[in-house]
């Protein structure tokens, strides 16, 4: 069974930008359940819960918890629980990344991690550190993106009609590796546009937003490969809340439906 890394960018792709009109700090669950799996995944069917937290400011940065416990139950009538947790800040000119992960499989932790990336600019080469490689750093290249700074990126391009972005993305979640984001933002649809959202109680305080749909396709950096590791769409409000989840492996897809919504208060800048 495949992990379910990497998932920060597709948590701040969920959060909205950090400079982006009416973003709201909240906590979000999510009911996980599969969608489709080819012949090749051998996989029966999959439930499951994402949850993430988002809290801070633009003048302070931002701080995402986040856990995604899914059972996969395979053709052979085995099952495999994976549950993985997450914390990540990165500060509000982002230079700096701090991003800590543990996993388990079926109760039993499988891995943890602790990675902190920083850099003189948010455009210069950065460089990264990690706890299970202590005295081995790296560097990722100038023009790197964090998951804030991408995500502001996209924002822009739904306030803007709509378009196409491509960008090397580094979120830590995946260890040393950056991926190639390549987006595709929608029109913004009006508010109350989306039927499966009217018709949920859970998304109650989204009915005045407008909203745009996104999808984001992650590939590896090296290689040169023509198909994606994974890739996520969903619909995005103007308050930072992600609808409509779609999350691809290409083998299988999780589809994700939103089962509570909680805003949280944003702390004022000083």
Known sequence: MKTVLPFLSLLLLLTGGAEAAGVAPHRAIYDLTLLRASEGAQMRSA?????????????????????????????????????????????????????????????TARGSERITLNRKTAESE????????????????????LPMQHQMRLMALGEGGGGRDSSVVFDGSDGARPFRAIAFVGKQK?????????????????????????????????GGSETPEYQVSFDM??????????????????????????????????
Not at 66 to 90: H, P, V
Not at 191 to 220: C, E, F, H, Q
Not at 247 to 261: I, K, N, Q, V, W
């Open 47 to 107: 439930a499951g819960k994402l949850a993430f937290e988002v809290d801070g400011s633009r003048c302070d940065g931002y701080t995402v918890n986040f856990r995604m416990a899914t059972k996969y139950r395979q053709e052979s009538g085995e099952s495999t629980l994976i549950d993985t947790l997450s914390t990540t800040y990165e500060n509000a000119a982002a230079t700096e990344l701090r991003h800590q992960s543990k996993e388990s499989v079926n109760g």
């Open 126 to 145: 950065g460089t990264v550190e990690l706890k299970s490689k202590p005295g081995e750093p790296f560097t990722v290249p100038a023009g790197t993106a």
């Open 190 to 222: 009006p508010a109350g546009a989306i039927a499966r959202d009217s018709a949920n109680s859970a998304a109650a305080a989204l009915k005045g937003s407008g909203s745009w749909p996104m999808t984001v396709s992650y590939y590896a950096l090296e």
């Open 237 to 270: 409000y103007e308050n930072g809340v992600a609808t409509g989840l779609v999350l691809d492996y290409g083998d299988f897809a999780l589809s994700g439906t939103l089962a509570d919504l909680k805003l949280l208060d944003e702390p004022a800048c000083p």
